[in-house]
C-alpha cells in the first residue's frame, strides 16, 4: 500500500496496512528544530543545520532523508511566508538559547531588548514594533499584544480585515510549484491556504502586520463575539467572500 493510498484508506475510515504518519507537512504537525536536530543525530544522518520556516513556533523542515527514515506518509503544501510575514528563502545561521547552530529566512531579524527577550519583527522590519518575543532560554516566540486604544463610535471591520483579500499571482505560482513538488513525493499531499480560518487566534494579532488595527487584543477579541457581534459578523462575511473567491482560483492548480 502506497503513502497515499494508506491516508485515503484511513480518511475513509477503513482500515490501513498500517497508521499513517506525518510529521511536518503542516503547522500543526510540525516539528521543532530540536527534535529534528536530535532524530537526524539518532538516525545518523548527515549533519547539517536544520531549517526554521515557521519562525513564531521555531517548526523544522524535515528534509527528504528523515522524511524516509521515518517513514512519514504525507507531504505537505507549506506557505510562501511564515507567521511574520517573510518568505522562506535566502537563509542565513542563526544560534538558539540551547547553542543549536539552525538556518533561518533572511528576514528573520532579531534583537534583545533590556530584560533578555529576543525580540522579533513583523516583515523582519527593525523600524517597526516588534510583535514576538522569546525568553531567555526558551524555545519558542509569544505574540506581542499591540492593540491601539479602543474607540468604539470609530471601530471599523475594514481594519480587521486588511489581511484578507484576492491571492496574489506571486502565491498562485508558489501553490503551483508546491503542488507539483509534493505529488511528485508519491505522498498523500495536504495544503492549507491562508484566510480560511475565521477568527483563528493566532492571527488576530496579526504578528505579520507593521500596524495592525482594530481589534487584536485576544482578550478583547473574545469579548467581542458576545459584545460586538455584529462588528464581528461584518469580518467573517468578507473574510468568507475572499476565501471562496480564493479557492475557486486554486482548483486549476491542483489538477
Not at 491562508?194 to 488595527?213: H, N
Amino acid at each position: 500500500m502506497s503513502s497515499k493510498q494508506r491516508v485515503l484508506t484511513a480518511l475513509d475510515h477503513r482500515e490501513p496496512d498500517r497508521i499513517p504518519v506525518d510529521f511536518g507537512a503542516t503547522a500543526v504537525t510540525g516539528i521543532h528544530v530540536s527534535c529534528l536536530a536530535g532524530l537526524r543525530e539518532r538516525f545518523g544522518l548527515e549533519k547539517r543545520p536544520v531549517k526554521v520556516h515557521e519562525p513564531h513556533q521555531m517548526l523544522g523542515w524535515v528534509d527528504e532523508d528523515l522524511k524516509q527514515a521515518l517513514g512519514l506518509d504525507v507531504e505537505g503544501l507549506l506557505p510562501r511566508k511564515n507567521a511574520y510575514g517573510f518568505a522562506n528563502q535566502n537563509w542565513k545561521p542563526w544560534r538558539t538559547w540551547q547553542g543549536l547552530e539552525v538556518l533561518v529566512p533572511g528576514n528573520f531579524n532579531t534583537t534583545l531588548d533590556a530584560e533578555g527577550y529576543t525580540l522579533m519583527y513583523p516583515e523582519g522590519d527593525l523600524t517597526a514594533a516588534p510583535s514576538g518575543k522569546m525568553p531567555q532560554d526558551g524555545y519558542f516566540f509569544d505574540t506581542i499584544i499591540r492593540q491601539a486604544p479602543i474607540q468604539e463610535d470609530k471601530l471599523d471591520p475594514e481594519d480587521n480585515l486588511e489581511e484578507f483579500g484576492p491571492i496574489s499571482e506571486e502565491d498562485l505560482a508558489h501553490i503551483r510549484a508546491e503542488v507539483e513538488r509534493a505529488a511528485a513525493t508519491g505522498r498523500a499531499v495536504i495544503a492549507k491556504f491562508s484566510g480560511m480560518g475565521l477568527g483563528d487566534i493566532a492571527a488576530v494579532p496579526a504578528p505579520f502586520l507593521k500596524r495592525p488595527r482594530g481589534i487584536r487584543d485576544i482578550a478583547e477579541w473574545y469579548v467581542s463575539t458576545r459584545t460586538r457581534r455584529d462588528y464581528i459578523h461584518a469580518i467573517f462575511s468578507k473574510q468568507t467572500q475572499f476565501a471562496l473567491a480564493n479557492l475557486a482560483r486554486i482548483p486549476d492548480l491542483l489538477t
